[in-house]
């Protein structure tokens, strides 16, 4: 019995040693050197305990990524370093679970640049030409330049077929790749070994052994003049040297090109950078081999002396094992979602563009309703343009639809400019602006307006002309009526004016703030406190409480305020003034009676309260207003720009075919309210896909939106910053 206590223990220990052994997966001969160094520079440092704690590392050559991640997920490997798009890929179609994330000097994002060396080429004018791309679904080398390319309609998806085929009808011949089972053309101008080995197959393969692989491998294939364009991530253009700068240019977004040097301000989006994988039973192991990993051999590494594990060049190639560009891995917490890990932009991103394989839910559109009556108008919208799909999502306010287009759980929307301005810094994207001119027909003839004159709608202040003593500066502890919380009239423009005598210049620049301190009462809608007693809520099928931020809420928007300022029919619930929009005031207070709220009320039973101090006839608007409000914008993801637009053309195009319908896109009435899904004023769309939301709202506008967010707390604008590439 004696003697077998030593062979137990030796038996277990060996077992333990292997057990913990950490195979990384490489995809060529520099990579497995580099590899190879790594795991003799551990055994050199680490004391024998620790080699047998962390793990004594193998490298195991593969052909591909694509490979790698079949290899471990057949517990065949462990762990590989590879692009977003293939964490993705790697999380959702293979269970493997990501685990760390590479961190570079300017953040953990890439942009994703376009470079060309001929004077002569623009973005818009791809078609036909040559390209070269680090690697399919790729971020910088795949996705974030096609869905740049979709989105201004550049590229046209038709939707019948996977992407990929219009790609390849897209460029004149391609190299990308990891193409091979998707596209085989799309390897046309690729140029590793061809075998009909597999082992032996370089052409084409997520593989150093491709010449033209990777960020490198897609600048060799521009240098060689065998594509027009590369798709790289900007860490790449580090590598190309003082002497060949001025060879090179970058296409930015806008048609124009740029050097190299300015590649944040001219790319085709951004995006996450690069993240390790591993098999979810081994994940605890793994994560504590990296930590350990880059405490020794990492930037500020003890023992970075012997081994750099962000450094390449010596193996004869860049970016071997991680991108040469990091900094750092930053080891993720257990449990954290991919969208947590890559961005909800990206992952949204993805979707868009069918990394899962497309699926043909992809040709609805959802739009966003936030109530009752913007549900019932979507339905009968959806109905009467029977040949394009359109699904109404139901939200609980403007704000919510934001972060739902952002959560790609709806597609677009139509937002206030405050909304907008929201929206715009969420990274959504303008496709049309409502229009409120008359003449709506082009010169020409065409049903697509295209004009650089948007016109605006007014902010007015409103009181009933029997309380005499309701002024602009007279209104301390009076009660308010505001159309909603960030809505540009009933919130955004008041406070900037004489609201009482106490309400000077150096009041709070936190409009809420203002409005508590200033009213005794009122309904904003939206809000919370005193700004809300004054709120009736909805009963029916529109059932909501008090002061919900959608038309629910009976006082809600500007059939809402006036509402609010004639009061209930029990005389209790009623404001002393009204922040509205000018656009629609004269049809609401004709409604009042034909909706059953109020009888008896006309247009001479109010007055506008001018920021001076007088009061004027509703018809005087034009001289006395409290500011001008520029047009409602749809805004969508930007992959979805070029589809949202084509369903908004079809749409009204169809609308306009059949006058004799009862639906009309731009009317409210007949379900009681007001502005419902767009404003009441609107008379067709302008196509603003082209333009960016700040020139959409105006400099001057713009610039006071940003100044009140600099002082208020919005919890929808902290959601969006949150998202992984709002750094860099
Ligand atoms: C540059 O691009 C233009 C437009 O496609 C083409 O006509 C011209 O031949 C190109 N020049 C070179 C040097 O490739
Ligand atoms: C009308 O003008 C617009 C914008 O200038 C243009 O896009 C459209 O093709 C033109 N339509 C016709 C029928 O000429
Ligand atoms: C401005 O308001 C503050 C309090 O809100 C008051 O103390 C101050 O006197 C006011 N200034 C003027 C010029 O009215
Ligand atoms: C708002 O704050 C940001 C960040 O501090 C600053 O860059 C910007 O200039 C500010 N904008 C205005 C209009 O004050």
Redesign the pocket.
Known sequence: MRGLYPVLFFFIFVCSVRAKKVRWCTVSDPEQKKCAELAKALVAVLPQADVAAFGRLSCIRAPSTADCVDRIKGNRADIVNVDAGEVYSAVKQFDLVAIAKEIYRDGGCILSVAVVRNDSLDIRSLQGHRSCHSGVRWTAGWSLPLGFLLSRNYLSWSKEHPLSQDVVSFFGASCVPGAAAMAPTLCALCRGQKSYIRQKNYHCETSHSEPFYNNQGALRCLRLGVGDVAFVDHLALESIGESERDEFRLLCGDGTQAPLSSYRNCNLGRGPGGGTVTRVNFRKLARKFLATVQTLFGRQGRERQRFQLFHSSTFGERDLLFKDATDKLAVLADGMDVSQVLGLDYVALLKGLGHEGSSLEDSVVRWCCISHAEQTKCEQWALSIKSDPLVCVRAVSMRDCIEKIKRDEVDAVSLDATHSFIAGKCGLVPVVTEYYGRNCVPANGSTHLETDVLPSVVGVAVAKRSSRNVLMGNLGSRRSCHSYTYSPAGWLLPYRHRLSH???S??PCDPNQVYNQVFWKGCLPGSQGNLCKVCMGGTGEAATKRCADNHNERYYGNMGALRCLVGDPSGKSYGDVAFLEHHNLLDNILSLGSTGWADGWSSTDFELLCSDGRRAPLSEWESCNLGVIPPNTVMTRPVLTARVYDFLMKSQETLAASPNTDFKLFESQQYGESDLLFKDATQCFVHTSHMDYRSILGEEFYTHVETVFNCTQSDILEFCIQDVCSIL
Request: a negative charge; glycine letters at 0%.
């Open positions: 106490e309400h000077n150096s009041s």
